[in-house]
């Protein structure tokens, strides 16, 4: 029987941005900076490896922390993908006020992130060292590669029990506070870092020690604030009781968004093994690049975020006509963002590089350049592309958002075979603007001829 949100839920709105009434634009504005922020400090657990890495053990290191870069986003991007897909549903609850629901799919959230977890846990063991051997990473770097993945990946459980609680506070409107702990783990990040491998000489081991340590402490102080200040999401012994029906909703859910992370990092992997083919100064010159790429994301994937929670809890609410404008304001968003980090990586992009990689090396430089001034024009199609994945997911859709995810893996592949043989390090930099290209046109027609946003928008 459903409850409704009562004393209990007004005890933190004083932290919640309100998604489900008032401006929209502004609601979501407000609460996408706190995860603009947030989404900084996570970068900078791995800039910053790369930054020490690079500056004081070589070029060598930074590129082994590089090509075992898509492992690592193949495994936590399964794993970030279901702990985003179990939130929406805690979203679709929230919004629709149900209370019962809400804390049983917290619940449930639990319960599939510690399988989860142990699974990932268990292939890192097991097949990192020859995955890396069939990626072609450069012999001179495997060992590091492997040694620096291993420890990363063996405490999964870290990084997803992080972001499964701060995905649940931000299905409630608290996106606040997971940047205040994350503020402060990396920071401490950052100190470790430095200590580890300049002072107790750990090499690439000490940067994964210290990135470890860190989100272990954003757990931690995660959890004390839910069990003081949000206890709306903690669940009591009845809301384990097995639901089938809620069960499969959200297995199926976060499956969905887990494959279509796995696949997407996937295809990151298969280009890998083109990049791992120029060399290790172009795997150099690529690995500060994207660094700094990630960095350039950020504001739009602080709105991907927003747009994710406030179309769930609208959708919860039966607010269609919300989505709608919510959606528009959303790619209007990206079109200014874009011409920001246009003019940021036109004047920048070789400081940039040179500041990330600590390299003076013409090939490291110029690569690295090159790679950011293509792509940066094609952030405005990135960000609709993830804008709308991410709308079809939260409004229930979950095959559809996967078959952009499979025109990315085959595009990736293509270039792999026919392009970065012939081409070189041009046809890596041009692969993924032309990619998201195919993906938006799938995902346009996808979401605005989904049936209730279409009928919303007649009536």
């Known amino acids: 029987m459903k409850k409704c949100l009562t004393a209990e839920s007004n005890k933190t709105t004083n932290r919640e941005v309100d998604l489900l009434n008032g401006n929209i634009f502004l609601s979501m504005v407000k609460f996408a900076i706190p995860i603009l922020f947030s989404n900084v400090f996570q970068q900078l657990y791995n800039t910053m490896d790369t930054v020490i890495v690079g500056n004081i053990l070589g070029e060598t290191s930074l590129a082994a922390i590089g090509a075992a870069t898509p492992v690592y986003d193949l495994m936590i991007g399964f794993a970030l993908g279901i702990g985003n897909g179990l939130s929406i549903v805690t979203a679709r609850s929230f919004g629709a006020k149900d209370m019962d629901l809400l804390k049983r799919s917290v619940a449930v959230s639990i319960v599939i992130g510690a399988c989860v977890s142990l699974l990932l846990t268990i292939m890192a063991r097991c097949f990192l060292y020859p995955f890396l051997k069939l990626l072609h990473t450069p012999t001179e770097i495997l060992d590091e590669s492997y040694h620096y993945i291993l420890m990363i990946t063996l405490f999964t ?182 011409i920001l980090m246009m003019l940021v990586f036109g004047f920048f992009a070789p400081n940039l590089i040179a500041m990330i990689s600590g390299s003076q090396e013409a090939v490291v430089l110029e690569n690295g350049s090159r790679y950011l001034r293509v792509v940066a024009p094609a952030y405005i199609v990135l960000g609709l592309v993830n804008d709308t994945r991410t709308a079809l997911q939260s409004i229930g859709q979950k095959i559809l958002p996967i078959f952009s995810s499979i025109i990315e893996l085959i595009g990736k592949i293509i270039f792999v075979l026919a392009f970065i043989p012939k081409y070189q390090y041009g046809a890596v930099i041009v692969c993924e603007p032309i990619i998201w290209c195919f993906m938006a046109i799938e995902l346009l027609i996808a979401f605005w001829n989904h049936d209730e946003i279409k009928r919303s928008g007649t009536t």
Not at 310 to 322: C, E, K, L, M
């Open 157 to 338: 459980s870290i990084m997803f029990a992080y972001n499964l609680c701060a995905g649940i506070l931000r299905a409630i409107g608290n996106s606040l506070i997971p940047l205040v702990f994350l503020a402060l783990s990396s920071s401490l990040n950052i100190i470790l870092d430095y200590v580890f491998i300049a002072y107790f000489h750990m090499g690439v081991n000490g940067a994964a020690a210290a990135t470890v340590l860190a989100q272990g402490v954003s757990v931690l102080l995660c959890l004390i604030y839910i069990f003081k200040h949000a206890k709306i999401l903690i669940p009591s012994r009845i809301h384990f009781a097995f639901d089938k029906d809620l069960y499969v909703e959200m297995a199926a859910q976060g499956f969905s968004m887990g494959f279509m992370g796995c696949i997407v990092s996937a295809g990151s992997a298969i280009l890998q093994i083109g990049i791992n083919g120029l060399g290790y100064l172009v795997i150099a010159g690529h690995t500060a690049a994207r660094k700094i790429y990630q960095f350039g994301i950020m504001p739009f994937f602080a709105m991907v975020t927003s747009v994710g929670t406030f179309v769930s809890q609208n959708y919860g609410a039966g607010q269609i006509d919300r989505i709608r404008k919510a959606m528009k304001y959303a790619y209007c968003y990206n079109a200014v963002v874009t």
